[in-house]
């Protein structure tokens, strides 16, 4: 098996029952695995709640960890699609002609810097501050605070050998707060002063309300952005084939796109929260228990993808589930889609060969299923195109 694969570990519970189960902090959780199951609960939101106490429907939880809502990813309908329509037209800003520019010359610079550098450690010195730098085009914030992002490691809310960590995650939540106070007496064109100037119901977004956007701005594109990207090299430097077909197809860049978000799928699931007794996969579910869906497994369903444990760079038919589904769909997949285009162009451009010299798997326990989802540390080397 290549360095660079991602096995299946969902396989055989998919097939014989759909469901998984695992302990989260004395909060258990019936992992749906199948595709069809998947899109069906993430659409019914009636019994399948993401507004509950807040932190609830991710895995692990974060309720211990903070208790501010993220908005709108932890609100239901009507409210979640005002809540949406206020944010939406800003995360839709990476399409416009002079964000594109600038993200290119951004990630033109950090393969450029990789190629002169030659050997390096993706994760920690290409993918986190390519993310972090990228980040400052969607805040429309300083360059400079990229750095200060980065300080912060590839983790928002863990530190080594921890699932959750309070300590850590009070430093993103401080920043925060000071800098919508900054917005506050000092109104720009950021993120932090436009929705500072929103309405939501008759009246301006209160700085919790504020708050819960910008804690999922900063910890929903994260971890997934740097996973995709560093998984994404990894394959490439395992696929020579692949970053010479990218060169000389360009036209299927965006296929390319689709098909490593579906087969990488960096975000292994979310919860939701039952709202009254009801069946998961022909089985009984409590009111007030968890589900998760598992993108993960649902992206792999061999009764939807021909060939799912293959990345088919031109795959025509890909109902990939990779930044969600439904309402609650990804609020930051039209960046995340910007990036990896660019990044995917750009190296099939500079880059005529890259090595994996030593790497560190990042494995996910989730208790009767162990899933790696990326690296902890993979060091390669660039090797650049002559003339």
């Known amino acids: 098996m290549k360095k660079s694969s991602l096995p299946d570990p969902f396989e055989k519970a998919r097939l014989e029952s759909g469901c998984g189960k695992m302990n989260d902090q004395d909060d258990p959780v019936t992992m749906l695995l199948r595709h069809k199951d ?3 609960t993430a659409h019914n939101w009636k019994t399948f709640q993401s507004g509950a106490e807040p932190g609830r429907i991710v895995v692990p939880s974060e309720v211990n960890i903070r208790d501010t809502r993220q908005i709108p990813f932890e609100v239901d309908p009507p409210e979640h699609k005002d809540y949406r329509a206020i944010v939406e037209p800003w995360f839709r800003r990476p399409l416009q002609p002079e964000y594109e520019k600038q993200l290119t010359e951004i990630i033109t610079n950090s393969v450029n810097e990789a190629l002169k550098t030659g050997t390096l450690e993706v994760v920690n010195s290409f993918s986190l501050p390519l993310q972090s730098r990228a980040l400052t085009l969607l805040l429309n914030t300083p360059f ?3 750095e200060t992002w980065i300080s912060w490691g590839t983790h928002v809310f ?3 050998g921890e699932a959750l960590d309070g300590d850590k995650a009070n430093i ?5 707060e000071e800098q919508i ?3 506050i007496k000092n109104p720009s064109e950021n993120l932090y002063s436009k929705l500072l100037d929103s309405e939501y119901d008759g009246r301006k977004l209160n700085k919790e309300e504020v708050k819960g956007i910008m804690i999922l701005t900063f910890a929903g594109g994260r971890d997934t952005v740097i996973n995709t990207i560093t998984n994404s090299i990894a394959y490439l430097a395992e696929h020579p084939e692949s970053l010479e077909k990218l060169h000389k197809e360009p036209e299927i860049i965006n296929n390319a796109v689709e098909e490593l978000v579906r087969y990488f799928s960096p975000l292994t699931q979310m919860g939701r929260v039952v709202t009254e007794d009801t069946h998961v996969c022909e089985h009984a579910a409590k009111a007030n228990t968890r ?5 993960a497994s649902a992206n792999r369903d061999e009764k939807v993808f021909e060939n799912p444990n293959e990345i088919v760079l031109d795959r025509k038919v890909n109902p990939h589930v990779g930044f969600g589904f439904s309402h609650h769909n990804c609020l930051g997949a039209t960046h995340a889609r910007q990036i990896m285009r660019i990044l995917l162009k750009t190296l099939s451009e500079k880059v005529q060969s890259i090595e994996i010299l030593e790497y560190k798997e990042n494995i996910e326990d989730l208790d009767e299923f162990k899933r790696k989802v990326g ?3 993979i060091q390669v080397k660039f090797n650049p195109k002559t003339v």
């Open 375 to 377: 690296y902890d540390s």
């Open 181 to 183: 106070e900054e917005a």
């Open 291 to 295: 589900v998760s869906l598992c993108w």
């Open 38 to 40: 998947v899109r069906k």
């Open 172 to 176: 993103l939540y401080n920043y925060i």
């Open 158 to 160: 863990r530190s080594e």
């Open 144 to 146: 400079t605070e990229s």
